[in-house]
């Protein structure tokens, strides 16, 4: 058995989701099909991007990972097949991969050519669920497509170093269930240019002196327990290596959340600022 994974912005309303789940099923019966997100907002490609690239290392090496975000095949949104890291990708040459291929380069990228074998009828997901099943198999990406060298980067809302090395300006990339805000700014980034040096993190006219190695990491002594410090605002490293600016204890219906307190949205600047 082979796992596939479904990463989309279909919501959960209507029947899509289930009708791509049966696709694979009628092409594939022995799959084992796993929902990583149908929630994404519609053709939020760094969203995607994000989502895939937090989720992917949790499953096993072979596992394939079918992403339906701003999947329509045109001239210029080609339909590709990548190999990375010992997994499989379908989705569109849109910037979805690019957050994993700054990391390690691909295995091996093609561009799917086997849309005239459809009919008419056909949609973009009949094509991917037909490249998954064939992977899932154990076929090979050549059977499927031709080698391509290169795809697609997202140019935009990528980190930016200022030339001295003073400052690293990132973007919030996602807002989670919890309200919470990630950015673009990776541990890694965050290390290699600071190089121990102090810093502060400013957004919005606010500042963060510190960042948290969890949500709970507050002093607590005979004066204050966890508790004192609900509603604080806070930064962290989350577990895939994001920063990400966050409220202890958010809940949009108490404390409130790093969303609706700090009023940061999608896009927005976050500066690490070092000195």
Known sequence: MSIITLTTDFGLKDHFV????????????????????????????????YIIGA?????????????????????????IAMQWNDHY??????????ILTQKIVPQKIVEIT????????????????????????????????????????INQLQPVVSNDNS????YIV??????????????????????????????????????????SDFTVNERFSLKDYEGEKLALFNEAGFLEIAIYRSNPSTVGTARSLLGLKYRDVVNIVFR
Do not use: Q, W
């Open 114 to 153: 086997i849309h005239d074998r459809f009919g008419e009828e056909a949609t973009e997901m009949d094509v991917f669920v037909k490249v998954a099943a064939h992977i899932a198999r154990g076929g090979l990406l050549n059977v499927v497509g031709r080698d391509i060298s290169e795809i697609r980067k």
């Open 89 to 98: 990708f379908i989705c569109s040459d849109n910037g979805i991969l690019s």
């Open 167 to 170: 400052t690293i300006k990132g």
């Open 55 to 79: 989720a992917y290392a949790n499953f096993p090496k072979g596992t394939v990972h079918l992403i339906g975000v701003d999947a329509e095949h045109t001239k210029e949104n080609r339909h």
């Open 174 to 215: 996602y807002i989670d269930h919890f309200g919470n805000c990630v950015t673009n700014i990776t541990k890694r980034l965050f290390k290699d240019v600071g190089r121990g040096r102090d810093y502060e993190i400013t957004f919005n006219n606010k500042v963060i002196k510190g960042i948290k190695d969890g949500y």
């Open 18 to 49: 289930g009708a791509l789940k049966g696709k694979i099923l009628s092409e594939y019966r022995e799959a084992i099909i796993v929902d990583i997100s149908h929630d994404i907002d519609l053709f939020n490609i760094p969203e995607a991007s």
